[in-house]
């Protein structure tokens, strides 16, 4: 089973401040890697696909890069309601697996 | 394209228990439907997706014959069971799938808060 380790668990914010989570796969899987956004009492939310595919619909603040074992979503100039947790996903092999998450708090 | 989950459960251990999840799009029989597991206060878990042309299933090894997950495209719904809940099965419970055919998860049910208490 692949092992997906974030960085860093928790993190506490400004508005406007540049925030960058890391996700590191224990097996390389390519690109199979997408983040999540899960707000309080809601189900997640897709930000990213196949590690750095952004899409209709998220802002465009978030973005996300790497590939093999690296990878990371930085979320530009950020919002106060970008307070969050955020999870990565690895669909590269069965059995998937998620990130422990990381909560972005906004002070 | 909608998923809709039944509603909050409340379940003793032991019991049997199903749970639903209805697609309203068109295309159901196209993309794995995959259930993911939210124990309180915790993260995030993959349990296992359904291929609903065919019933074809993968499960996490950690869920592996504890739960059973199941199609009918006759009604694009797909299922979650358990034969013998238990306390620690208290969980909210997710079905998702992607957009195209592609493995994220695009799009998510609302969730089932499935309680199991004596």
């Known amino acids: 089973e692949i092992v997906l380790t974030q960085s860093p668990d928790f993190q506490s914010v400004t508005p406007k401040e540049k925030v960058t989570i890391t996700c590191r796969a224990s097996?390389?899987?390519?690109?199979?890697l997408h983040w999540y956004q899960q707000k309080p009492d809601q189900s997640p939310k897709l930000l990213i696909k196949?590690?750095?595919q952004s899409f209709s619909g998220v802002p465009s603040r978030f973005s996300g890069s790497g590939s093999g074992t690296d990878f990371t979503l930085t979320i530009n100039s950020l919002e106060a309601e970008d307070a969050a947790t955020y999870y990565c996903?690895?669909?590269?092999?069965?059995?998937?697996?998620f990130g422990q998450g990381t909560k972005l708090e906004i002070k | 394209v909608q998923l809709v989950q039944s509603g909050a459960e409340v379940k003793k251990p032991g019991e049997s228990l199903r749970i639903s999840c209805k697609d309203s799009g068109h295309r159901f029989t196209s993309y794995w439907m995959n259930w993911v597991r939210q124990l309180p206060g915790k993260g995030l878990e993959w349990m296992g997706r359904i291929d609903p042309s065919d019933s074809y299933t993968n499960y996490s090894p950690s869920f592996q014959g504890h739960v059973t997950i199941s199609a009918d495209k006759s009604i694009n719904t797909a299922y979650l069971q358990w034969n013998s809940l238990k306390a620690s099965d208290t969980a909210i419970y997710y079905c998702?799938?992607?957009?195209?055919?592609?493995?994220?998860?695009?799009?998510w049910g609302q969730g089932t808060l499935l309680t199991v208490s004596s």
């Open positions: 998702a799938r992607p957009e195209i055919a592609t493995a994220d998860l695009q799009h």
């Open positions: 097996q390389y899987i390519a690109n199979s």
């Open positions: 196949y590690a750095s």
């Open positions: 996903h690895q669909s590269s092999s069965l059995p998937f697996t």
